[in-house]
Nanobody, 121 residues
């Protein structure tokens, strides 16, 4: 079917930067939107950023001006550049994509396994 594989998480000091990547593979006909969610311990999963196939983006208020989402459609890959990281950004970050897979043609949401981001103060 379809697999999403994330990379780029890790431990960073406050004020530092990290870049997450997520590559989609499998029986992909096309990918609509792609995005990143995160879940901190004891909290609900929340949207961080999303990007459409046309490049339109939206961000959570808490990351605006610090995080940038982008995608390479030729590589079926989405990126999240995270700058000026804060301890409250600590969470497991999940990649998601709305994929039209084949066969048969079926639109569904797929998720990566998650990557840990830890920001120390």
């Amino acid at each position: 079917q379809v697999q999403l594989v994330e990379s780029g998480g890790g431990l960073v000091q406050a004020g530092g930067s990290l870049r997450l990547s997520c590559a989609a593979s499998g029986n992909i006909f096309s990918i609509n939107s792609m995005g990143w969610y995160r879940q901190a311990p004891g909290k609900q999963r929340e949207l961080v950023a999303a990007i459409t196939s046309g490049g339109s983006t939206n961000y959570a208020d808490s990351v605006k001006g610090r995080f940038t989402i982008s995608r390479d459609n030729a590589k079926n890959t989405v990126y999240l550049q995270m700058n000026s990281l804060k301890p409250e950004d600590t969470a497991v970050y999940y990649c998601t994509a709305k994929v039209l897979a084949t066969p048969p043609l079926r639109l569904a949401d797929y998720w990566g396994q998650g990557t840990q981001v830890t920001v120390s103060s």
